[in-house]
């Protein structure tokens, strides 16, 4: 059985060949997870994933630019980008703990990325959760 890591590392190969324009990646999205052996629920996970990255993606493009320190989203490497998109979407749309989404955005960063890709993804996610959790109390104080 696939865990979650497995299932994220074929996300971003997914969102990484959609983003240097195969968008048949997305299509054939099942049977690249079913090929990885990604199936039931962690094959429901990557392809919420997979979804919400690309329902959401001029917000987390915004989202991720603003948090760039001197830096313009596209001046980033496609694979930092899409690593990013999935960490960002993860830590604003879903449940999972900040510290599981940020660390295994910064271990695929290690795996794919340029050297200072852990570093910079580190950088960028730690800031968006800052701001989604200090988001989230305030909402939470607002409905009391």
């Known amino acids: 059985m696939a865990t979650r890591t497995q299932a994220r590392n074929a996300v971003l190969g997914i969102l990484y060949a959609y983003d240097i324009g195969n968008h048949t990646a997305i299509e054939e999205a099942t049977q690249i997870l079913e090929e990885k052996k990604i199936r039931h629920k962690q094959q429901d996970f990557a392809l919420g994933l997979i979804q919400g990255v690309l329902t959401n993606l001029e917000n987390l493009d915004t989202l991720i630019n603003t948090h760039l320190k001197e830096w313009d989203i596209s001046r980033l490497g496609r694979i930092e980008c899409s690593i990013l998109r999935l960490g960002a979407y993860e830590l604003c749309y879903t449940q999972t703990d900040a ?46």
Do not use: F, H
């Not at 271990?107 to 852990?118: H, Q, R, T």
């Not at 960028?124 to 988001?135: A, E, G, M, N, R």
């Open 99 to 144: 510290p599981i989404v940020i660390n295994e955005a910064i271990e695929l960063g290690k795996i794919y990325g340029d050297e200072n890709a852990p570093r910079l993804i580190n950088g960028v996610l730690d800031s968006i959760q800052k701001l989604t959790k200090t988001t989230n109390t305030q909402n939470l104080e607002d409905t009391q």
